[in-house]
């Protein structure tokens, strides 16, 4: 385990929980952008879907999520940090995602999130997050948020 | 993010926490009302169920889902303080409750809870609890839990 | 509620999260077994499986289930210490427990796990392991990890 004061530990923990907040609130893409520096990178790649450049990006990919999606459900758990440097860090944990689509369809993935973050004098802010799925993906993930 | 101490936040944490070892536990119905103040109200109106003033309504209702329920499993993940003013704070979180009853029936709910609290001497105690579902709930809720 | 020293209850969370991702990776027996003192138990008997004494026959269960199996989450919440002294410990926390077997079989069960634990120079260690199910078991978990 690497060491890290609790105070930075918490601050990532913080961050990871109230990105699931963002996206399972379905209506706020500032909010959820805020959490990201202005050219973060999200790299869903592993599980079939984009990689993002940038708040522009970011939006842009949320912005149909937050339109195709009815319900949205991000357990977050297994926080563990990774890296530490007293100005950034990083941190994975485990996420079960549960989504329902407004045409019915319902979607749950169970992968391992990464994000590397870091620390401003408003808090920490994530610089990059890339995810991997801990079981075989399910057909609906693809229909939901792929390509259409 | 609220500022809370760590002290206080882990005790709220704790108390939701125990609540679901409680319900969970299925056979002590006084540990868990001693979680709530003596006029603690439980807010489940959200999800189709009752709203319960006080520790005797709070009793009546957990006695028959104790007596109804076989098994029970309550996640609790997603922490998050909301209101903190150095007396009193209030925290949600996500739960994933899984539960079977005696007739074999089953159900898993997708829910957010609220816990506003009060800090005593004695801990942490819950004076307002509600939930709402962050899923389409399942039909099974009502026959479970519902009025029979 | 027990008296803990944060830092402590943080090592013992910290531990049993460990040992969830390394269960979930699959490859690295030694360093699953390296979370465990040489004269651990582990009794899973409750669950219908193998009680274990010591690194050896950790090591040969385990080797086994990461040939067997092809994926593995586990989702660790509700973490409670229940025991405290100082140079020991216990923590009791829930799991989620999804697995695939590269024959296709699945299972998935709710558990509840204890650790008793023992503070070392290098970190808590676990010298006593042992679960049991907070739902009906699921008749795979026999066919995947039951003697064969």
Known sequence: MISIP?????GLQDLMTAYCYAVDKLDDVDGLVSLFTPDAVL????????VM???GEIRT????????MSHHSHYITNFRPIRYDGTSGAMTAYVIGIGRANDGNTVE??????????K?????????????????????????HGDH
Chains 1, 2, 3 share one sequence.
């Open 6 to 10: 609790l105070e930075d530990r918490i």
């Open 43 to 50: 790299d869903f790649s592993a599980i079939g879907l984009p």
């Open 120 to 144: 401003t004098e408003a808090g920490w802010v994530c610089k990059h997050y890339s995810m991997f799925s801990m079981m075989p993906l399910p057909g609906s993930l693809a229909e939901i």
């Open 61 to 68: 990919f949320f912005d149909r999520v937050f339109t195709d």
């Open 109 to 118: 993935v169970n992968v391992q999130y990464t994000f590397d973050a870091v």
């Open 53 to 55: 450049n940038g708040h």
